[in-house]
């Protein structure tokens, strides 16, 4: 058996059954596996920022990884934004580099990079085999390494020559590696801050935003009159009707320090201490009041579930039901508005659906207007690479089998990743596209407004979109994908109820 | 002043008046410093390796830097293949990469990463400036390191606070790097070889391959009755009438040493010794004889047109005029193939033409066919990385100044930088791109079957850009381009003859 073989029976033997891939020459042994080991679902990118961005979508939503499969330094180059952002949302991936052989290396031969220097920079683990022999043991290695606490990018290179060597050996897969034990200190700190009666802000992230998260967040809430926000750092929350109608930390520095700004303590479950995405002249970092108090109930590598339950147990908080939202939002008319078009979102999408949000300057709204829609999983842009909506909307499809899946995706960030249409058109996938036309970089000019100056013609075509202005039915339709334009909120309605109806891709074209 | 002021200020000083950009929030200073200080000529591209791709283009043709401008530590990685692709071509290029400011970087804000990490993979110079009275001096450093030989990406992170921050300076244009020094030891022993009378090589790479170079290389072979051949990692070749008609090395391992094994001596005139791509089991890695001799006459940082002018004088070598490459040939007629591809853009091509040389598989007959076309500079892939055809041949235009150029354009690598049309469209560029559209990962087809097996229906998968068929003139439309389907040549010639007649972007989707 080549090393080849082993990987791919080591895999599917670790419950890895989804490949996203964009071979290259020296993944041909690995493909010829794919091809002769029955089990492996693959799905191509035409660019791998579309593969890696599919891997991090599937893992959000199936809680297990995808594998990749890249070519070479350039390729794993090609896919590392949307790895930041999965690294960012703490996505599961066993992220597979093909390379040169290792007596090929040393030649420098053209594609020949650092491969391992960038694996390293959005990795949580990072291996090189170096011989057939060791293939099997070290995939399962990376498949217990992305699954461990909190969900990692595991990155193995895999040079051509251990994948065609004979040698191969099958691994079993390794046992789960356990989440780091919970101290009952934090647990009795954050007790008595609750009892200390201050004004306190439960911050949970990461798998603390799933569903049974936030009913323990919420009994403890309900007990203690603590608030709960989600971070805004998150790949995933739970929403719609059952779940917490909680608000998001801002975007936006003002409005990230006025819903913060009231808080004496923040308790951090798996989140991190809220601190704005970039910096700007005069104002501070952090998005907290200063004398704020912070205190970490479960660090990324602890269970947050276990440590609120140990936390609502510890204050003998009993079960609260979870509040009425009120009732679901009727479609908006007239024209898009960002609060229009969440209704209408709300009110017409299915139970159980999937959003994959990369809204940008638009999607400020939309929480607050879809507490009520019917549940579904809200998948967010935790990294800020932009470029990771379609991606992740086409990769959560792959693993949603079936359920509707919902890309509301600003038009610039839709140009980066913008292939994956196409992957949407052959795999037959639904999801429905909701492109934000506004025919610019929009956050920008708000950002630009913020140095102080109006900007000339030279910054104005640096940040519009327009001259000439994006087809985006005839992109869409060049890749495979039915389209429509949509100028109202009734016409947009009109258009989801449609796409809604059919299994297969489709894009509408909002101009807002 | 502040950092950015004194940055553009700088960098105009020094010559570089293009820069390539996708700015984010951290470069908004940047971004109000080129609209407020005249004479930078900016350029937006929809993704960042695009963006690189241009810049790289723009080098190869201007024969000098231009800048780009890239956000953050993502935007950076966007961008990597390119600057790969890039380095590979030895083009000059002033990489300018905004990042956190110095005292945010700590709070690890979302789009944080190892931005230096990054930069060091493609970067033959990395400098992150540290405060704003630096950036001045740091861009004339940076632009110094582009020009030296054989020419570099010069990486300059300018973390935001350089930028808005008092105190920046204005930098004088620091003087040009010298080539490091023949050594006449070299020449010795390259005339030693030649006058020996066993079968040489002059292998020429880098510079050596524009004009001068050739010319002097030529009288060298006429004297001697040396070969030449030029390097197949190269960025760039001056072609056609008037020009050397010398071979390039094959891509193909069997062709390369087929070409190759034949000769006693290589002289190395800033190349590298011949490689394969790729290795192959049981195969060799180098492409030579085994018991070939290799003979340095230049290194890449020495001159190698000095070098071959103190050779030819060493041997007394006299003036010898180019050799005639016969007639120019007709267009062809029937369906394409490779070489009636070529004769075709051969006939066809105006004077001085651009061609952005991305055909992949199918690029094969190409030299031979375009030996007595009109004089031309061809640009070709030297790092392997797919997807710089496109942008490559956008910056070729932009520093072309109103020169034809053409793209001959694989599909599967042109989709992963589709977005340049646009950039096309709105600068109104003389691109005429033609789409080699075989709707496959065609080289990979090849590959695979060196695998020794045939492709089952996942393989197939993997390999095939089918299913759905890409809309070429869709897509093009879509991005403000227009474009039309050529199924035999004679349509092909008319399209081509009708897009040479305008000053706007064109786009053929030929079937092959």
Chains 1, 2 share one sequence.
């Not at 071979?23 to 679902?41: C, K």
């Not at 954050?190 to 009994?219: D, F, H, M, S, Y």
């Not at 920008?444 to 087809?471: F, H, Q, R, S, W």
């Amino acid at each position: 058996m080549n090393g080849a073989h082993s990987l791919v029976r080591t895999l599917l033997r670790a419950g890895v059954d989804t490949c996203f891939a964009n071979p290259g020459t020296s993944e041909m042994h690995f493909v010829a596996a794919l091809d002769q080991v029955e089990g492996m679902r693959c799905v191509l990118g035409l660019q791998e920022n579309v593969v890696t961005g599919m891997a991090d979508g599937y893992a959000r939503i199936a809680g297990r990884p995808a594998s990749t499969l890249l070519h070479c330094g350039p390729g794993l180059a090609n896919g590392l934004a949307n790895l930041h952002n999965a690294r960012r949302a703490r996505a599961q991936m066993v992220n597979i580099v093909g390379d040169q052989a290792t007596y090929h290396r040393p030649h420098d031969a053209p594609l020949t990079m650092d491969t391992a220097s960038l694996a390293h920079t959005v990795s949580g683990w990072v291996r090189v085999s170096t011989s057939a022999g060791e293939v099997g043991r070290d995939a399962a290695a990376a498949v217990q390494a992305a699954r461990a606490l909190p969900g990692h990018v595991a990155t193995l290179i895999l040079p051509s020559d251990t994948c065609w060597d004979e040698g191969g050996a099958v691994a079993e897969p390794l046992p789960a590696l356990e989440a780091e034990p919970l101290d009952p200190n934090q647990v009795e700190r954050a007790a008595r801050v609750l009892r200390g009666g201050e004004e306190t802000l439960i911050l949970l992230g990461g798998t603390a935003l799933k569903a049974p998260g936030q009913e323990i967040a919420w009994r403890i809430a309900s007990a203690t009159g603590a608030s709960i926000m989600a971070d805004f750092v998150t790949g995933h929350v739970a929403r719609g009707r059952g779940r917490l109608p909680m608000a998001r930390v801002p975007y936006a520095p003002d409005a990230a320090r006025e819903a913060l700004g009231r808080f004496r303590h923040i308790i951090l479950v798996s989140a991190k201490p809220p601190v704005t995405f970039f910096a700007y002249p005069g104002q501070p970092s952090i998005e907290y009041a200063e004398d704020a108090q912070l205190h970490i109930l479960a660090r990324k590598e602890q269970d947050p579930v276990a440590a609120l339950t140990a936390l609502a147990d510890e204050l003998g908080a009993p079960p609260a039901a979870m509040p009425d939202p009120g009732p679901c939002p009727e479609p908006g008319s007239g024209p898009a508005t960002p609060e229009g078009l969440a209704r209408t979102v709300a009110a017409l999408m299915p139970e159980n659906a999937i959003v994959s949000d990369e809204t940008i300057s638009y999607g400020r709204g939309l929480y607050q207007e879809t507490f009520a829609a019917p549940a579904h999983d809200m998948l967010h842009l935790a990294g800020g690479a932009i470029g990771d909506g379609m991606p992740v909307a086409t990769g959560a499809a792959v693993a949603g089998g079936g359920r509707r899946v919902i890309n509301l995706q600003a038009d610039g960030s839709a140009m980066y990743t913008i292939q994956s249409l196409w992957t949407q058109a052959r795999e037959r996938l639904p999801v429905t596209t909701i492109i934000l036309n506004n025919r610019s970089y929009n956050i920008l000019i708000g950002e630009y407004a913020g140095v102080g100056a109006t900007p000339g013609p030279t910054a104005i075509k640096m940040l519009d979109l327009g001259n000439p202005d994006l087809g985006w039915v005839q992109i869409a339709n060049g890749m495979g994908v039915e389209a429509a334009k949509a100028n109202t909120l009734e016409e947009l309605a009109d258009l989801l109820r449609q796409s809604f109806a059919s299994p297969v891709p489709f894009l509408i074209d909002l101009s807002i």
